[in-house]
C-alpha cells in the first residue's frame, strides 16, 4: 500500500523534511501550479445580473484594490495547496492546509457583499475550529510514533492510531471549503472567477491529498 | 498514443451518440442519428469563435484546454495500468473544470451552472468509498495490480457488487440527461457551458467523449479485470444502453433533491466500506 499513488518519481530532501513526486502529487501540484498562473494572467469577469422588475441588467466590477488583494491571497492559496500536495511531512502538511484555509477565508471575506461576507464569516470559524483537530492529530502522531514523516510512517511498522486518522480527515473537512460548506452558494458565485475557482480547487485538492495520507498511513 | 486518444474521443462521442438515440427511441421520438455528437464536435470545431466582452478571457480559454488536458492524462494513466487514485483525482478536478467553465463568462447561466456542479460534488464521495473497498481487498491501487488480483480470483464485481453499484451512480451521475444532470439543466440553457461556443465548445465536446470513454473503461477493468479488446467496447456498449434506460425512465431531480439522494448513497456505501473492514 506504500505506492497507492504510483511509484515515487524523485525525492527532494531538506535535512529531515522530504519532498516527494509521485504520478498522483505531482498531478495535483501541477493543476494547483497551472491555476495559479491562471490568477497571475486572468483579469476577473463582469458578472451579468438581472435588474428585478425591469427590462435591464447590470454587470459587477471588482474595484482594483479589491482585485490586487483577493489575487494576492489566490497567489498565497495556491502556493499553500503546491505545498500541501508534495510534502512527506505530517506536520508540514497540517501547516499548509491551514494556510489554505486562512487564504480561502481572505479570498472570499473581500467581496464587498454583506451576504457574501456572512457566509465568509462562518466559514472562517468553521476553518479556524477545524485547525485544532488537525493538529491534534499531528501532535497524536508524533508523541505514538515518534516521527511526523510519511515515508517512515507508510513502511507500516508503526501503528498510527486511528483516532489520529480521524482527527486529521475531521480537521481538513473543516478547512475545506468545497465539497462541505458548498451549500453556501454566496460565496461560490461571488464575482471573480479566477480567485473563487481557487477556493474551490484547493478545497478539493486537500481533500484528495488527505485521502492518500489516510491511506498511506 | 496519437491513434488511442483519437479512437478514445470518437468512440466516446459515439457512446454518447448512441445514449441520445437509445433516450429518445424509449420515449417514442426519432432522435438524433448516432453519429450526431461527432457531427456536433467536428461542426463546432470550424464555427465563428469569440470571447465574451464580460469573461475573464485567461481563465475562459484555459478551462478548456485543462479539460482536454487532465482527460488526456487519464487516458495515458489507464490504458498503462497507473494509480486508480489519479483516476478518482482527476474525476473529482473536472468539477473544477466545470465550475470554470460557468464562472469564467460573467453569464449567469453558466454562474449557477457551475454552483450548481460544486453543490453537487457529493457525487463524488460514492467512488472514493469504491476505491476503499477496492483496496482492502487487492491490497493495491494500481489498476495493473487490480486486473492480476482478478485474472486469480475472478470479477470484483462478484466479490464486492455494492462498490461496483457505487461506481455505476457516479457513471449515471456524469451522463446527458440524467437524474443527476442538474448542472446543464434546461432551466439554465445549457448550464455551465452556455457561454461557450465555436471551437471552445469542440473542445469541451472532445472532454466529453474522452471523460466517457475513460469512465467506463475504469469501470470494466476495476469490476470485470482484463478482457479482449473487442469484448471492452461491447462491454462499454452494454454499460451506456443500461445508462440510457435508467435515465430515460427517470426525471431530473432538483438540485437539492439530487444532492440528498447522493448523500444517503454515499453514507450507505461509507456503512458498507466500514463492516467490510472491521470484517476483513
Not at chain 1, 498522483?24 to 497551472?34: G, K, N, P, Q
Not at chain 1, 457583499?113 to 468553521?126: D, E, F, I, K, T
Amino acid at each position: 500500500m506504500n505506492e497507492i499513488g504510483g511509484a515515487p518519481l524523485f525525492f527532494l530532501e531538506f535535512g529531515d523534511i522530504v519532498i516527494y513526486f509521485s504520478p498522483f502529487t505531482i498531478t495535483l501540484f501541477l493543476l494547483a501550479l497551472v491555476f495559479s498562473v491562471f490568477v497571475l494572467v486572468s483579469r476577473p469577469e463582469r458578472q451579468i445580473d438581472i435588474a428585478f422588475g425591469a427590462d435591464a441588467f447590470y454587470a459587477k466590477v471588482i474595484s482594483l484594490s479589491e482585485l490586487k488583494f483577493r489575487r494576492f491571497m489566490s497567489i498565497a492559496c495556491g502556493l499553500a495547496c503546491m505545498g500541501a500536495m508534495v510534502t512527506g511531512d505530517l506536520f508540514d502538511f497540517t501547516l499548509f492546509v491551514s494556510l489554505v484555509g486562512i487564504c480561502n477565508v481572505g479570498i472570499v471575506a473581500a467581496v464587498k457583499s454583506r451576504h457574501v461576507q456572512n457566509a465568509a464569516y462562518q466559514y472562517g470559524l468553521v476553518a479556524l475550529a477545524g485547525t485544532v483537530p488537525m493538529f491534534a492529530a499531528a501532535a497524536m502522531v508524533a508523541a505514538t510514533t515518534g516521527t511526523l514523516s510519511m515515508l517512515e510512517l507508510a513502511e507500516g511498522t508503526i501503528q498510527v492510531p486511528l483516532a489520529a486518522r480521524a482527527l486529521l480527515v475531521l480537521g481538513v473537512m473543516g478547512e475545506g471549503m468545497a465539497p462541505f460548506y458548498a451549500a453556501k452558494a454566496e460565496m461560490f458565485r461571488a464575482p471573480g472567477a479566477p480567485y473563487v475557482i481557487m477556493c474551490s480547487l484547493s478545497s478539493l485538492l486537500i481533500f484528495l491529498r488527505v485521502a492518500e495520507v489516510i491511506l498511506v498511513l | 498514443m496519437i491513434a488511442e486518444l483519437l479512437f478514445a474521443t470518437f468512440f466516446g462521442l459515439l457512446l454518447l451518440g448512441i445514449h441520445r438515440k437509445v433516450i429518445a427511441r424509449i420515449q417514442r421520438r426519432p432522435g438524433p442519428p448516432v453519429w450526431q455528437e461527432i457531427l456536433h464536435m467536428l461542426k463546432f470545431s470550424f464555427k465563428t469563435t469569440w470571447v465574451p466582452n464580460t469573461a475573464s478571457a485567461a481563465l475562459f480559454v484555459g478551462v478548456v484546454l485543462v479539460a482536454i488536458g487532465i482527460w488526456t492524462a487519464a487516458l495515458f494513466v489507464v490504458t498503462s495500468g497507473g494509480s486508480l487514485l489519479v483516476i478518482f483525482a482527476i474525476y473529482m478536478l473536472h468539477k473544477i473544470v466545470e465550475h470554470g467553465f460557468g464562472l469564467s463568462s460573467g453569464s449567469p447561466y453558466g454562474k449557477f451552472g457551475g454552483v450548481r456542479s460544486v453543490i453537487s460534488a457529493a457525487s463524488e464521495i460514492p467512488l472514493i468509498v469504491s476505491v476503499a473497498a477496492i483496496a482492502i481487498f487487492t491490497k493495491s491501487l494500481l489498476i495493473s495490480d487490480i486486473v492480476a488480483y482478478q485474472t486469480l480470483h475472478g470479477p470484483l464485481l462478484l466479490t464486492i457488487p455494492p462498490a461496483a453499484v457505487a461506481m455505476y451512480v457516479v457513471l449515471i451521475s456524469k451522463m446527458p440527461f440524467g437524474p443527476f444532470s442538474i448542472v446543464e439543466s434546461k432551466e439554465l440553457v445549457s448550464g455551465y457551458k452556455t457561454e461557450h461556443f465555436g471551437v471552445w465548445r469542440a473542445g469541451l465536446e472532445i472532454c466529453n467523449g474522452l471523460k466517457t470513454y475513460v469512465l467506463l473503461l475504469t469501470f470494466i477493468l476495476v469490476f470485470a479485470g482484463g478482457l479482449p479488446f473487442w469484448l471492452i467496447l461491447l462491454a462499454m456498449l452494454l454499460i451506456t444502453l443500461s445508462l440510457s434506460f435508467v435515465c430515460a425512465l427517470s426525471p431530473m431531480l432538483s438540485p437539492y433533491d439530487s444532492v440528498t439522494i447522493q448523500t444517503i448513497i454515499a453514507g450507505l456505501m461509507v456503512a458498507y466500506v466500514a463492516i467490510l473492514g472491521v470484517v476483513s
